[in-house]
């Protein structure tokens, strides 16, 4: 049964890949779950049409946690505010969250090719 809640928080997989440092020109891929608070119809309209920075700060503010993030020594990365700025720094990793937020916001996930 379809539950027409207004607002819902969804643990969403993420796949970022970085790429190798032995010139390659391969990436590697990881898995991370996002914990999401879901957008409305209206909403993604709106965070679709808007500028990289104004998005990326709306975004923020509809990350509510994560699971499988590391730091670089690879022990877990808590989820704090301070922390996910600095992740959305890394466009691997911005990039791939906000693709993750569109596609669970829209109840799909995208299929590899």
């Given at each position: ?33 996002v ?18 920075e ?10 509510k ?26 466009p ?22």
């Open positions: 049964m379809f539950k027409a809640a207004r607002k819902r928080v969804v643990l969403w997989p993420v796949t970022i890949q970085t790429a190798r440092d032995d010139g390659s020109g391969e990436v590697d891929e990881h898995e991370i779950k914990r999401y608070e879901l957008a409305s119809r209206t909403e993604i309209k709106t965070l679709s049409r808007m500028n990289e104004k998005g990326d700060a709306a975004l923020a503010k509809k990350i946690g994560w699971a499988d993030v590391a730091d670089e020594d690879g022990n877990a990365l808590e989820f704090t505010q301070e922390n996910l700025s600095a992740c959305m720094d890394l691997e990793f911005a990039e791939a969250v906000t693709i993750g937020f569109f596609q669970a916001s829209r109840g799909a996930r995208a299929k590899n090719s």
